[in-house]
């Protein structure tokens, strides 16, 4: 009787380990092989909504090495651990539910002359990573998400 259930105690208990160890805090350079202080040029988008005009626009541009702004830009995000989602091991579907978070933002980092490149996006509160180095698509998160979102925002939507 005894064995029959330290069988599915054993398993949920590896279950839980592997979780726990997949969803650890690592930097970016970890997760995606790629370090973030080596990018050459850094491309951003962020939608803006003004309250006096009706409608959404978005804002792009593109920033060198040594602005004051992609330097800030790049030390808060090698300096932040990222977590994966669990969602992750989910199939991936189309939501039309929109979390609270209402920042959309992208930050796409260039390196090696333009080879390979690291989108770090947010979508109303949701945030995903994405190399073409090994074409590896994430979910994240991080503790403190929503400041931390707030503070990539208030960078990319800086005026230079």
């Known amino acids: 009787m005894k064995k029959k259930r330290l069988l599915p105690l054993g398993i949920l208990a ?8 997949y969803t650890r805090p690592m930097t970016l ?16 988008d962020y939608l803006t909504v003004s309250i006096d005009e009706p409608g959404r626009s978005v804002e792009s541009s593109e920033w060198l090495r040594g602005e004051e702004r992609t330097e800030t830009l790049i030390s808060l995000l090698s300096q932040q651990k990222f977590r994966h ?7 991936r579907e189309q939501t039309s539910d929109m979390p609270q978070n209402n920042l959309i933002f992208d930050a796409d980092f260039s390196f090696n ?17 994405f190399s073409t180095t090994g074409n590896n698509l994430m979910l994240c998160t991080t503790s ?3 400041e931390f979102l707030q ?7 800086l005026e230079p």
């Not at 590896?14 to 160890?21: C, D, F, G, P, S």
């Not at 350079?29 to 951003?44: F, N």
């Open 85 to 91: 989602s669990l969602r992750n091991l989910l199939p």
């Open 29 to 44: 350079e970890a997760i995606l092989g790629l370090d973030i202080t080596q990018s050459e040029l850094v491309y951003t």
């Open 113 to 129: 002359d333009g080879q390979d490149y690291l989108y770090f996006q947010s979508s109303f509160g949701q945030l995903n990573l």
């Open 151 to 157: 503070q990539v925002y208030d960078i990319v939507s």
């Open 144 to 146: 403190r998400q929503k």
């Open 14 to 21: 590896v279950l839980v380990l592997a979780a726990l160890i």
